[in-house]
């Protein structure tokens, strides 16, 4: 029966291809640390022969050197040892159809300092592995701040990720198979950076999620399958310091009424989101306010590939503070008009006629 794992030419499995490539970097890594530690060994019996009394400066520079050498050799090896542990529960489980989980409970008692290590660290990166669920021991790293998990198979994330890991200010879960933003993130109270992009991602479970993120500056989620009325469901608030909005390559067909509300956007990406003249006309022109309330802030929006032929003149009267406007890869067959804020516009890719 073949391996539930997909194949590559060579018909090893990718992430044992990854699993191969960190033990023969391990092994290097291990070879340079043993190698160092000799040259130290050395250097100290030579410099006990030559002046006893340990003054010649030239051999303790060295030394110092070498150790300051051996404790960076340290950590990368004991990086390369966790990541490596990762990996081979990763394909034990899937050689077993189990699922997958991961634990530290046996490693030998000569690699706690490794493990302290670890649990102290303030960044973890577990990007392209091929991961389909999350290893239980990622939650005992309570004090990271910055989590990479891009680029894997995960279509959910454990409720426990969110209550264990409160700490986080970056958490990137690109590229993987989201179908929902569970509501559960709300407890991530320090987040600052979430990366949702290129998942399949249709709305959110809670439309509250947004309300404990009270230090949210940036959020990126093109390419999922958002509507304007899933966006406009949720509780979005003007006290929400959301600095960086990306939407681009979702179906919205119009503008999510609900982003007048973020009064201190900066930059707003809406480029193929299905857009068009009426549209946008419907937004800018036709909606009444407060929803349709001016972003003074705002610096930068795209509005890239979205068959735009013309651009009312209420755009820049909503955001005054406009200074890139790009418009490329649409129909625009003249320079249409802009506020006077305007430094950067692009037009690229537009039937424009001299």
Known sequence: MASPLATTASNQPPVEAKLDSLLLALKRITGLRERTVRAIDALKSSQEIATPGGTDAGPNKKILE?????AQLWAEEQTLRFQARLLSSHVQAHESNQSFSFSLSHTPVSQNEAI???Q?????VLSGHGLTALPESLFSFSSIVSLDLSSNQLDTLPEQLFFSLSF???LDVSNNKLTTISGAISNLVNLRHLFLHGNAIAGAEDASWLTGLDRLETLRLSGNRLTADAVSSWALRPSLPLKTL???RNPLESIPVCLGKLAQLARLYLDSCSLNDAAIRAYFVDTPAPLGQALDGLKVLSLND???STLPKEVFRLYPSLRVLSLADNRFT???FVGASVAVL???SNPVRP
């Open 246 to 248: 990306d939407l681009a």
């Open 168 to 170: 986080l200010e970056i």
């Open 334 to 336: 003249s320079v249409p």
């Open 120 to 124: 102290s660290q303030r960044s973890m």
């Open 66 to 70: 070498l150790e300051s050498r051996l």
């Open 306 to 308: 979205n068959g735009l």
């Open 116 to 118: 302290e290590t670890f």
């Open 346 to 348: 692009r037009l690229d």
